[in-house]
């Protein structure tokens, strides 16, 4: 006779199956817009204070309105140095597309890794309010890194898989598909100062 607390294996995967259905009827949902995001590099510049350059934005079709955002942006940490928040070797500003808009919440930048960084916008009003997003890049963010050997390619790219299911129009639920673009800093050296 088998043990009264024993479920037989084809219960037990019954029962599985319940709560697993469940679950996905009572989670919320987050639909998947049909559009896409781009997010690319602009107006690289070395400055006195280091690696200056726009973080840019775009919807693959105009009519969109920006929710929160969340961008991981990879570095090398032999030009930076690691830890880059951390270590307070980076600046991040709001862009254009946030001027004027009370809706957003400053940046939040956060070491994602010693390699990476987290820089999260976030979208606190109605969803009327949210930046509309054109189809021509737009400068979302405005980024200095600090850095601890110029003469190390800095090796900046955003980090797409950590990106994607992290941009949200302003009604809080639906995702952009994510595209990134390339870094190219143009052949900065270091005599290219201002």
Do not use: C
């Not at 019954?14 to 690319?40: C, K, N, Y």
């Not at 021509?136 to 003469?151: G, H, I, P, Y």
């Not at 900065?188 to 100062?193: A, D, G, I, S, V």
């Amino acid at each position: 006779m088998p043990h009264p607390d024993r479920r037989s294996p084809r219960r037990t995967s019954l029962l599985l199956r319940w709560v697993l259905l469940a679950g996905l009827l009572l989670s919320p949902t987050t639909a998947l817009a049909q559009t896409g995001i781009t997010f690319s590099f602009a107006n690289v510049q070395m400055t006195d204070a280091g690696l200056a350059f726009d973080v840019m934005v775009q919807a693959a079709e105009a009519g969109t309105r920006l929710g929160d955002t969340q961008v991981y942006l990879n570095y090398n940490p032999d030009a930076f140095g690691p830890s880059v928040v951390t270590k307070g070797r980076i600046t991040v500003s709001p862009g254009e597309a946030f001027a004027g808009r009370a809706a957003y919440r400053p940046p939040i930048i956060n070491d994602n890794t010693a390699a990476r960084v987290s820089i999260t916008t976030e979208f606190v009003g109605k969803q009327a309010d949210g930046v509309p997003l054109p189809a021509t890049a737009v400068q979302l963010l405005r980024v200095v890194l600090a850095f601890v050997d110029e003469s190390q390619p800095p090796d900046l790219r955003f980090d797409t898989k950590l990106m994607t299911g992290q941009q949200f129009e302003s009604d809080y639920a639906t995702v952009y598909l994510v595209r990134a673009g390339v870094f190219d800093d143009g052949g900065l050296k270091h005599e290219q100062r201002r």
